[in-house]
Nanobody
Framework: QVHLVESGGGLVEPGGSLMLSCAAS????????MGWYRQVPGKSRDLVAS???????TYGDSVKGRFSISRDNAQNTVTLVMNNLKSEDTATYFC????????????????WGQGTQVTVSS
């Protein structure tokens, strides 16, 4: 079973910073990719940043240079540091994990956290 718990959202003024954390419980699974997506009502859920187990990171174009993702493979956690926040960063942020079962299977499954709200406003 896989369970993701996010923390760290909140209200921040433009130009400010926030840090989001996600902890995964993954009994019987290995995490391939962990990352963050965000969504505003009526729009698609878009990539913010993700990181593979080898440390290779991918960022959405709108956050490059402002956000930084890091991952602790031993603790099954992923952290997103968000700097120079803008009003357009306001969204619900979701943690995502792509996992594969321990053993010979190569099947990948995707799990999502419950989401945490980030609001950037003065």
């Amino acid at each position: 079973q896989v369970h993701l718990v996010e923390s760290g959202g909140g209200l921040v003024e433009p130009g400010g910073s926030l840090m989001l954390s996600c902890a995964a419980s993954v009994k019987g699974y290995i995490i391939s990719v962990m990352g963050w997506y965000r969504q505003v009502p009526g729009k698609s859920r878009d990539l913010v940043a993700s990181m593979r187990a080898d440390g290779d990171a991918t960022y959405g174009d709108s956050v490059k240079g402002r956000f930084s993702i890091s991952r602790d493979n031993a603790q099954n956690t992923v952290t997103l540091v968000m700097n120079n926040l803008k009003s357009e960063d306001t969204a619900t942020y979701f943690c995502k994990a792509v996992v594969t079962p321990v053993g010979p299977s190569l099947r990948l499954s995707t799990y999502w956290g419950q989401g945490t709200q980030v609001t950037v406003s003065s």
